[in-house]
C-alpha cells in the first residue's frame, strides 16, 4: 500500500459511478441477492420449536433467551457469543491476509446498501452522465420528480431494513400487527426510527466516506498485508511502459505500435475511475480507501477486450508477484505465516466452541455459602451453615427439580423447598440450611449438594460444599 497520509474529512463531492460488466459485478450481485435474501427473509419463515417462538432466529431480550434455529442461548452462555465475535474478527483477518479487502468489496452491509442506492438511483435517474447533468441543472419539475422519486426510494428500503432489524427482537408476525397500529412497544418505534436515518444517511450521503473515515478496519486492515497477499493492482509496468500511458491515434493503436514507441497499454480512457465507488484512481497505487471490490478490473478488462489487448492490466495480484521481472498468474497464496498463524487460531476457536456446544449441560447450578455469618452456633452446640442455591433450566422444557445431599446425616439438610418447578430458560434461587451437631461439625468439613431433574434423573447434578464450624474457623457468631 502506498504510503499516503489518511486525510482528515472535507466536504463530500458526490461520486456518480458508471455502471459495468463482467464476473466481478456479476459476482457481487450474487452477493447481494445472497445476503438482502437472508437478512430480510430468516424472521418470517417457519421454524418448528418446542415451547419457543416459531422463527429461526429471535433474540429475545426480556425473556433474556437467544434463539438461533435449534440452539438456545440464555445469559450464562455469553461466552458463546464472545466466541462467535472472536471467530468473525479473526476469520476477517484470514481474508485480509489471503485477498486483502475482499469483506469489504463484496459482503460488508455499508458495501450492498451503497450498491443497492445506486442501481436504485441510476433506475430512476439515468446512467452517469444522466445523473451528472441532474446533479448540476438547476431545479426544476424533472430535478424535482426524479430526486424526490429517488429519495422516496431509499426511505423506503432504509425503513424496511431497520423494521427487519427490530423483527429479529421479537415475534415477526405480533411485531408486524402491532406496529402499523401503534401499539408496539415505544422501544421498537424508536429503534426502527434511528436504524431509518441511519441506513438513509451511510448508503445515500456518506457512502465512501463510512468506508474511509469511520470504518476502522479500514485503518487498520494494511497491517494484515502480506507481500503475497492478492489485492487489486494496477500492472504499472504494463500500463505505463517507459514513456507513460496515452490515449490511442494514429500509429498508436495496437500493441506493437505502443510497445516501439515505449507507451504502455494503458489507454487513458478513465473507465476504471468513473466505475470506482471509492472515487479513486487505482493507477495511483493501492491506497487505504479501496474496497477492493473488482468493479474496476471488470471496467478495464472490457476496454482491453474492445481494443485487442490481453485482460488483466488491472487484476487480482501481490506486491510479491508483480515485483518479479515476468509476474507469474496471480493465486491466492496459503504459505504465509501470518495467514497460517490465524488459520490455526480460527481452527483452535471454532474446535472449542463446537466443544463447548456439543457438551453443554441442559442444568447450570452454582452454590454459594453465606458469609455472613460464615457459621452460626445455636445455644445447644449444634453448628449451621447457610447456602444459596441458583438453579438455572437450561433445557428446552419446563422441570421440576429436587435437592438433596450426600455426606449429611439424615435431617441435616433443611430446604425452603426440596423440589423446585422451573420453567424453560428461567432461574431459581433456593435457600438451603445445613444442621449438625459439635461432634459432626467437627468430623464434616465436605459434603455435595444433588440437584436431579424429575424428568430425567440420569442427568443429576453434584457439586461440592464446604461446612464451616469454629472446629475449621477461628472466629465465628454465637446465636
Ligand atoms: S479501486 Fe477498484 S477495487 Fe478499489 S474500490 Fe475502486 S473500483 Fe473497487
Ligand atoms: S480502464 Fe484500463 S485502460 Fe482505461 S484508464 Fe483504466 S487502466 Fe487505463
Redesign the pocket.
Known sequence: MNGEAVAAPQKRMPIFTRSVKGKFRRFKWGMLVLAYAVYFLLPWLPWAREGGPSQPILFDIPGRRFYVFDLVMYPQDVLWLAMLLFIAAVFLFFVTGLVGRAFC?YYCFQTLWTDFFIWIESKIQGERPARIRLHKQPWNAEKALKLGATHVAWLLLSFWTAFTFVVYYAPADQLLREFFIGTAPPAAYMTAGILTLATYLAAGFMR?QICAFVCPYGRFQSVMYAPQTLA?HYDVRRGEGEKGRLVPRQGLKTLEERHAQGHGDCVDCGY?VQ????????RDGL?Y?????????D?CNQIMDSAGFPRGL?RYDSEENLARPVPAKPHVELRNFRVIGYGIALALMIGFLVYNIATHQPLAVVVNQVRQPLYTTLANGDVRDAYHIRITNSSRRDEVYAISAQGLPVGALQLAFHEVPIKTGRSVEVYAWVRLGPQQAAEISRFHFVVTPRSEPDKAWTGVARFFSAAGEADGDNE
Do not use: H, N, T, Y
Open positions: 468489496g465512501e487489486v476504471c466505475v470506482c465507488p471509492a472515487g479513486i484512481d487505482i491506497q480507501r479501496c474496497i477492493s471490490c473488482g468493479l474496476c478490473i471496467a488491472i
